[in-house]
């Protein structure tokens, strides 16, 4: 064995109170909430907020899961909870959007209910994102803890609260944080089930996946990592450890029984997953929006023939909707919409999966197309990550690869096939390249494990030995490490809180920083709408009193928020005057056919900016003989 192969657990000398070892802990936590929260303070709403938010309003008051179908609502009721408890609010239930369940409605309707409070409401929801922010920065320390030892697991816990995409979403009404925390939640509680297994860590998994699914749809992609999971585990266990049923695998083929085994660990795990979704529908059954379905709603259910065909989509051989029809004379039709267990969310999973494979309109490196890129996730992980973080990742990977790091054997598996498997499909088959926070469930896999290892290669204690009989560790070389590391944190630190508050728009400096952003891609990765608080200072302090604003997000924001700005959508021919452009709409219009007062500036550098949002444009004099934008 190599001298540096050595385990790498942080000793720490006799036994640390517990206040001592926790207090670290609570610090980092706070610093994290702090940072969260003062950013929230200073973002407007962004595009789909207030729709979450009311959804989540309409949902926990009525106990109906008519709205916003194709997202689970785990998180918009963890955060309307808050509001729901604190505050008074409105919410009109004699409208369209609720009848009907349109959920993008629901966001203005309640906007208009609520006109001199929302911004408070939105402040009050967003607690409880922050909160799972927080659980999900706890969670990454208590796996970190388990596997490399307390003090790598502190440096650990430092980049993940630093980390700016769990900054920039941690803290919006979105659906996007819940995922991010149960999926390495959820194999948190496998692992620990394979470690020793019984009854009360088998149903911890299965309620950890059952959550899962009930915060996103891509929930089923845990169990295929966790098949694999327990049959390897199965394979590798004495012969006479716990399994729930021994019976049935008593006479299977030595080849077959741990993966026997693991089908029926796995049944039993979806059963209970079912049942948890089950319930956080209020076992729900059949629909609950009365009468025949609108056009739009009812294509989900169209072309209703053979039950055959559920199985078939779901396979991938029949790209169709199974069940859509939406006749109220199908036979078929009214027994699945009156007796199907928690309707709600299949309606959204069907309706999710067909969302991804038709894709959206994005816009990536200067192209913009609605089928996706298989790039698209790859680069921005590479582009949309501290280069600290970036090279304790390729460390930690080293030192795995080439066996220098130590690891428990399971906790490898389960940090290894969960992301992979999620990795496959995000960049294979989905084709809804709109953020990269559709990738956040693989964040805290890598910061446990690849950086996880970098940091207790970096920080391991001087008085560890090195194995078989070589030299301690102590030395010149372990300060070596150990200041490597001290600067692979301040770097990470430096970079991530100089661009405070405006997580949302980070990028790295392998392609400029923030700056040069919106080249490479907008929408939530740049701009979703949450700068109106900044555009206001900037007219006051411009006084500019007519502006002309073209923003990307629901057209009645600036107004509440108190922004004195012309909409362009009302505009019927060019006039002089400040023009202020959301950079998403500016770069989704590239090549494509923009409003007329678009044109030109298109290809013109802007002449101010706005955070890293808002691009200004000074006239009178907007001719279309700008000179074009250099790219960086």
């Known amino acids: 064995m190599a001298p540096d192969e050595v385990n790498t657990k942080f000793r720490l000398p006799g036994r640390m109170p517990m206040a001592r070892r926790s207090g670290p802990v609570l610090a980092l ?293 199974p069940f859509n029809s939406g006749d109220p004379e199908d036979p078929y039709w009214q027994f699945l919409r009156r007796y199907v267990p928690a309707f709600s969310h299949w309606e959204g999973f069907f309706a999710n999966r067909q969302h991804l494979q038709t894709g959206h309109l994005a816009y990536f490196m200067g192209e913009i197309s609605a089928g996706g890129w298989r790039s698209y996730y790859p680069v921005l992980f590479l582009i949309k990550t501290p280069l600290p973080l970036l090279i304790l990742f390729l460390l930690g990977l080293g030192l795995l690869v080439t066996k220098r790091i130590r690891l428990d054997f399971h906790a490898g598996v389960f940090l290894l096939l969960i992301p992979l498997i999620y990795a496959v499909v995000l960049v294979e088959w989905n084709r809804v390249n709109i953020g990269y926070r559709h990738a956040l469930p693989l964040v805290p896999f890598a910061l446990t494990g690849l950086a996880g290892a970098a940091l207790a290669y970096l920080f391991r204690a001087p008085d560890v030995p090195a194995a078989d009989g070589a030299a301690s560790c102590a030395g010149r070389d372990s300060w070596k490490r150990a200041g490597l590391g001290v600067f692979l944190l301040a770097w990470t630190a430096g970079e991530v809180l100089s661009i405070h508050p405006h997580y949302l728009s980070y990028f790295n400096t392998l392609i400029g920083g923030p700056e040069n952003g919106h080249y490479y891609a907008v929408d939530s990765n740049l701009d979703w709408g949450q700068d109106l608080f900044f555009l206001k200072k900037y007219l006051n302090e411009n006084t500019i009193q007519d502006a002309f604003l073209y923003y990307f997000g629901p057209e009645q924001y600036p107004k509440y928020y108190g922004v004195p700005c012309r909409d362009t959508k009302k505009l019927d021919h060019l006039e002089p005057g400040t023009y202020i452009v959301s950079v998403t709409l500016l770069r989704q219009y590239w090549g494509t056919h923009p409003p007329d007062f678009l044109r030109p500036v298109i290809g013109r550098d802007p002449d101010d900016r706005i955070a890293y949002t808002l691009f200004v444009y000074r006239g009178p004099a907007l001719d279309e003989s700008s000179p074009p934008v250099s790219a960086p």
């Open 29 to 321: 936590l706070l610093i994290h909430g702090f940072l969260l929260g003062d950013s929230a303070r200073q973002d407007s709403a962004t595009v789909d907020e207030m729709s979450h938010l009311a959804c989540g309003l309409y949902s926990l008051r009525t106990g109906d899961f008519r709205m916003n179908r194709v997202a689970p609502p785990l998180q918009n009721l963890i955060c309307a909870l808050p509001v729901a408890l604190t505050q008074d609010y409105h919410l009109p239930f004699h409208n369209a959007c609720w009848q009907q369940g349109i959920w993008n409605g629901a966001g203005d309707r309640f906007l208009e209910a609520n006109p001199g409070n929302f911004h408070h409401l939105l402040m009050t929801g967003r607690l409880g994102t922050m909160a799972l922010s927080v659980l999900l920065s706890l969670v990454v320390f208590l796996w970190a803890n388990a596997c490399w030892g307390y003090g790598p697991a502190l440096a650990v816990l430092t980049v993940t609260v630093l980390e700016p995409n769990l900054l920039a979403h941690g803290r919006l009404v979105t659906t996007d944080t819940a995922p991010a925390l149960l999926f390495p939640l959820s194999g948190y509680f496998a692992w620990r089930f394979v470690q020793k297994p019984g009854w009360a860590r088998l149903m911890l998994v299965g309620i950890g996946f059952g959550l899962t699914w009930y915060a996103k749809h891509t929930g089923p992609l845990l169990l295929p990592a966790l098949f694999l999971g327990f049959g390897i585990a199965y394979r590798r266990i004495h012969e006479n450890a716990w399994f729930p049923f021994p019976r049935l695998t008593a006479t299977c083929p030595a080849i077959l029984k741990p993966w026997t085994q693991s089908a029926v660990t796995m049944s039993l795990i979806v059963f209970l997953g079912f049942l948890v979704i089950w319930a956080g529908y209020g076992f729900e059954v059949g629909d609950s929006i009365p009468g025949p379905r609108e056009p739009q709603r009812s294509a989900f259910w169209r072309e209703t023939q053979l039950p055959l065909q559920t199985a078939a989509y779901l396979l991938g051989m029949d790209q169709r909707y």
